[in-house]
């Protein structure tokens, strides 16, 4: 009986993996590295026109980008992210049971504890229009949130990471609030 010996032996696969796993390395590298060169511009902030952080629900529904408007009238896709924030000045209440109330599937609930409910949402962002908001429910029990104790901030950067959402500046009932947004119940 005669061997017959296939055209590639063990030390040529081997050569060749050898040569192979550099490379694919170098090529997973790339596109991670050309997207943390790119710096997105800002567009502005969202601007809040309503109070609406109340003693048992936060309704985040009349945010819109206006500083765009007529330079940059984009509409694109955003990855928002939005956190309610609570100062613990009142252990008896918690925002760890806090849920998403309407909005549709739109924003999900990615964290909950305590002190802090981080949302997520990717939905187009279009210049001088309201973004698709939410209500979030958190006061099941009898724990109503201390005056002044909560803040909402929204900020979000855009799919193709070209454009940036610089946070929420807030308008209550008595005049502008620069920053997040604080409970006015």
């Known amino acids: 009986m005669t061997d017959v010996k296939s055209g590639l032996s063990r030390r040529t696969v081997i050569k060749g ?17 050309a997207a943390s060169t790119t ?22 529904s009349s945010s819109r980008v ?8 984009f509409s694109t896709p955003f990855n928002l992210v939005a956190t309610v924030a609570y100062d613990n000045s009142d252990p008896a209440f918690s925002l760890a049971g806090a849920t998403v109330t309407s909005a549709g ?3 999900t609930v990615a964290s909950r504890t305590a002190t802090s409910v981080t949302l997520t949402a990717t939905q187009t962002v279009t210049c001088f229009v309201g973004i698709t908001g939410f209500d979030l429910a958190y006061n099941a029990g009898s724990a109503v949130p201390p005056l ?13 990471g070209t454009r940036k959402i610089d946070g929420l500046i807030s308008s209550l009932d008595n005049g502008p609030v620069v920053g ?6």
């Open 17 to 33: 993996a050898a040569w192979s796993v550099p490379v694919i390395a170098i090529a997973a590298a790339a596109p991670m590295a």
């Open 66 to 73: 206006e500083a765009c408007f007529p330079s940059d009238t």
């Open 105 to 107: 599937s739109v924003w």
């Open 180 to 185: 997040p947004k604080v409970h006015d119940a």
């Open 39 to 60: 710096t997105p511009s800002s567009v502005g902030p969202l601007v809040e026109s309503s109070p609406n952080v109340k003693d048992s629900v936060l309704s985040a």
């Open 148 to 160: 002044n104790s909560l803040t909402l901030n929204i900020s979000g950067v855009s799919t193709d």
